[in-house]
């Protein structure tokens, strides 16, 4: 016999679909929602569809965005010639919380993997260029992931920007601030040995 | 500035509601439905407000039921003198998986637990007895979990029922099967050898 009703088997059908929800996590969750309110299982279904619906990418940057423009895109306050270039809108909101950065993004949309088949016409570059070609713009700061596709497309994006006059720049790779000498992987150490600085 | 744009924030909100989901699952997930295409939130969403709708108690045994009876109660075929008494629904699937019983269920909705002011009023006991009442039931297999409050509901379940002339039995504790005797907790090796059995 079945072990759910219909609408149970139904539900954790598509939690299960989701990323990093196994069974259980999709047993334990399905239950949740059974034994909430229905407001529960109501504004969670109101909040996915509603995502759905008004959540595009921006124009401009092709970060997620409510409007045309996305909040940073759109806010004047914003510097217009700093351009930090990341792969994914999750790294968008990672350098968002450091509070460092006061320039607008480039939201690639992946980075150059061939083995995936993920080459620069895949990505947003030909709209990086774009942008490049506009005007105004003065440093570009390369913050894509220090792992080999990452180093790859951001290779990719020098050789490209710097014959245009523009400053390309790369995010610094080394030890991880609290973290220990003793713990850290032999390629991160050179990394920060190589990139040592005058104190 | 805000990070997330409304309706985003909106939905990172709702998931980390839910249990086990914290902001980098909840992160995580949002980011999975916002590239996926439209229809996979949208059958979510369906899925969580249709399982609100239309799932309900079982009036017999208060697993969760489409109909007014579940499937096990509806069941004919399913023994109605062997009454299995667990604390949730997801204990009526681990049984159900086991293939190994074929009588009808009795969810008790938890256990007792004095220091969360669950006492035998807040659990499906007086629908128990009530049951019993009705006649026919010749056997109770008391499944709740083998802690404390599994324990105490059990005694609690056998003081009340066996007065009434049904038998009433308890699931073995002991070594898991595939376990290793050196890993095992005293109390566990202390229940397999008090409930040894003759070869």
Do not use: W
Not at 62 to 71: D, H, K, T, V, Y
Not at 90 to 109: K, M, N, P, S, W
Not at 123 to 132: D, K, N, Q, T, Y
């Amino acid at each position: 016999m079945a072990m759910y009703a219909p609408p149970i088997a139904r539900l954790l059908d598509e939690l299960e679909r989701l990323p990093g929800i196994g069974p259980k996590s999709a047993q334990r969750l399905a239950y949740y929602i059974l034994r909430s309110d229905a407001e529960v299982a109501e504004r969670l279904a109101q909040a996915l569809v509603e995502v759905k619906r008004s959540i595009h990418f921006c124009s401009q940057c092709f970060n997620f965005a409510e409007g045309e423009l996305c909040e940073i895109c759109a806010d004047v306050k914003r510097d217009p010639s700093v351009i930090c270039v990341v792969e994914e809108p999750r790294d968008v909101v990672a350098i968002e919380r450091t509070g460092e950065f006061h320039g607008r993004y480039h939201v690639l949309q992946g980075a150059i993997s061939p083995i995936d088949g993920i080459g620069p016409d895949q990505l947003r570059m030909r709209e990086l260029i774009e942008r490049i070609g506009t005007g105004g713009i003065e440093e570009l700061i390369v913050a894509t992931n220090p792992n080999v596709e990452g180093e790859t497309t951001a290779l990719y994006i020098a050789r490209l920007a710097k014959p245009l006059g523009v400053r390309v720049t790369r995010i610094a790779s080394g030890l991880p601030v609290g973290g220990d000498l003793e713990y850290a992987d032999e390629v991160t150490l050179g990394r920060a040995l190589e990139a040592r600085r005058e104190m």
